[in-house]
């Protein structure tokens, strides 16, 4: 099979790497655009139209795109191609509208009105008239009434799963202000705060560590802790759920095929109070938090890995 895939230029976009990561492992052909996400060797624009006479599908992956100068992806070549039949256009963009605290425009309560979370224009009718497939990172229910909207949420990157460490030593990890950066949006502040001023709890809360040393600390830790800031998702929750370790999870409104299950194979919360019990609750409760870690990686390999993201793409193109 050959992909021609039109990719973001250099810049990483979550989504994006996962897609090109699967095409690759599942033994694809990649005609790429563009370095950067994972695409091991580019093309010419001249070798792309030729690569494209005998291509099975077209994959045009929106990347982030305009700061300091990055261009957008070669979407141009699609009108030159001109077989839209077999153009799946993959968009992972995202909203931030998730509570900045000191922002007039970006309240708290935003966090629970859901119709802060999707900007305008929300999709891209340019790329949805010259697409058969629109797959999407960030969908909600009334996005499905679009019959071309397809669910396409990101996932774990075959980086994210580290070496398992079978001894926990710490009782909880939190990344935010640390590794993972800023702690503006969402409840990442509030559970930051809170998470480093935990007495009597065994914790790692905010260090900058080299990347397979964070692996590392999320494996041996019995709780690793989530919270969104654009897109009602976040990489850290693939981490933890990567490496066997208890994910707490700020619950998404968004809609995706296979979501976790609370107490099964994630814990949510939506609230700091309801995070606040749930933390004291599973503290107290080492061997639940084994055991949700397990079924949560279990789960993640099944459903969400690139290969997995891949094969359930192709199978919705395959059948319309």
């Not at 839209?84 to 256009?89: H, L, Q, S």
């Not at 509208?97 to 007039?104: A, H, L, M, R, V």
Request: aromatic share 12%.
């Amino acid at each position: 099979m050959k992909v021609i895939a039109i990719t973001p230029h250099q810049k990483m976009d979550s989504l994006a790497a996962l897609i090109v990561e699967g095409l690759y492992s599942k033994g694809i052909e990649v005609v790429a655009t563009d370095f950067g996400n994972n695409v091991k060797k580019t093309y010419t624009d001249d070798e792309i139209i030729e690569h494209s006479k005998d291509a099975d599908y077209i994959f045009a992956i929106w990347g982030k795109h305009g700061l300091n100068g990055v261009p957008s992806p070669k979407f141009y070549l699609l009108d030159k191609i001109n077989r839209p039949n077999i153009v799946a256009y993959i968009d992972g963009s995202e909203w931030t509208s998730t509570g900045y605290p000191d922002s007039p425009t970006q309240l708290r309560d935003s966090l629970f009105d859901i119709s802060r979370h999707r900007g305008s224009p929300w999709i891209n009718e340019e790329m949805y008239n010259k697409c058969k497939w629109y797959f999407k990172r960030i969908v909600f229910e009334q996005d499905l009434e679009r019959e071309k909207i397809i669910p396409c949420y990101i996932g774990a990157w075959d980086e994210y799963f580290g070496e398992s460490i079978s001894k926990k030593e710490y009782d909880l990890y939190c990344s935010f202000g640390g590794h993972a950066g800023h702690t503006d949006t969402g409840l990442r502040g509030p559970i930051y705060n809170y998470c480093k001023n935990l007495k009597d709890v065994k914790s790692v809360v905010g260090q900058r560590l080299d990347h397979k040393t964070y692996l590392e600390t999320i494996s041996k830790s019995y709780i690793g802790i989530s919270s969104w800031g654009a897109g009602n998702c976040c990489r850290r929750m693939w981490e933890i759920l990567s490496n066997k370790t208890c994910c707490f999870i700020q619950k998404p409104f968004i809609i995706y095929p296979n979501k976790l299950v609370d107490g099964e194979s994630c814990v949510y919360y939506e609230t700091m109070d309801e995070f606040k019990e749930k933390l004291d609750y599973y503290l107290k409760n080492k061997e639940e938090c084994i055991r949700i870690g397990q079924n949560g990686y279990e789960h993640v390999k099944r459903y969400h890995t690139a290969t997995a993201r891949i094969e359930q793409m192709m199978n919705m193109m395959k059948n319309g």
